[in-house]
């Protein structure tokens, strides 16, 4: 069973050019969830999905940023317009179908995003 | 949501028992423990999860004190592949703090 696959691992922008970074959750896990991790700092929740649904996107800057999970695909983190402060890993994770608290997450290898 | 606190580094000697703190009084009835950790540049890595009694897998121990205000994540004997920051979670949103930086030394 393949664990949660993120792509591309690096990623390199240069400022004003969108960015999009893909996940694949795990066999049969319906939930994803998006984090950055800014260099020497903790991760930082941003947005929580299911299948077609944002169920919680209050970690979301407001501007420039979308995070999408179609039926079919992976999940999407679309960055648009980036800027430098931008730069920073972004961890997905995937968590099983669950009775809405709190579900163990696997998370992927991360996306190394670089703003130029 | 509870709020976690853990103490920002901590070293153990290879072999011993490291023993990590987490702090987190204002924790609800429902809300479940979870320890995660990050080896440097990697994806976090899930270790164990409790609600009431202590639990234990194949990679920790877990101590939650009566009250459930607090826990002790336990590795029963570190290695040097066991430095990490180590992540204490109390609330159902998954808010990560800063964690602790268990460096295991020989």
């Known amino acids: 069973n393949a664990g949660v696959m993120q792509n591309p691992r690096h990623l390199v922008r240069r400022r004003g050019q969108e960015a999009r970074l893909r996940c694949s959750p795990m066999k049969g896990h319906s939930h994803v969830y998006w984090y950055r991790q800014l260099p020497e700092e903790g991760l930082k929740f941003m947005v929580y999905?299911?299948?077609?649904?944002?169920?919680?996107e209050s970690g979301m800057p407001k501007e420039r940023f979308s995070a999408e999970f179609p039926k079919e695909g992976p999940s999407i983190l679309r960055i648009q317009q980036v800027v430098r402060g931008d730069s920073a890993a972004y961890f997905c994770a995937s968590s099983p179908p669950a009775g809405g608290t709190l579900e163990t997450q696997y998370f992927g290898p991360g996306t190394r995003l670089t703003v130029l | 949501d509870a709020k976690t606190t853990q103490p920002t580094s901590m070293d153990c000697a290879e072999g011993r028992a490291a023993n990590l703190p987490c702090n987190h009084s204002?924790?609800?009835?429902?809300?479940?423990v979870y320890w995660y950790r990050q080896i440097h540049s990697q994806g976090p890595q899930y270790i164990i999860h409790?609600?009431?009694n202590n639990e234990t897998n194949e990679m920790a121990s877990l101590i939650i004190t009566e009250d459930r205000k607090s826990s002790t994540l336990i590795l029963p004997h570190a290695t040097l592949r066991d430095t990490a920051v180590y992540y204490c979670?109390?609330?159902?949103?998954?808010?990560f703090g800063a964690g602790t930086r268990l460096t295991v030394k020989p």
């Open positions: 409790g609600l009431k």
């Open positions: 999905l299911q299948k077609e649904n944002i169920i919680d």
């Open positions: 204002t924790i609800s009835g429902n809300e479940y």
């Open positions: 979670i109390a609330h159902d949103d998954m808010r």
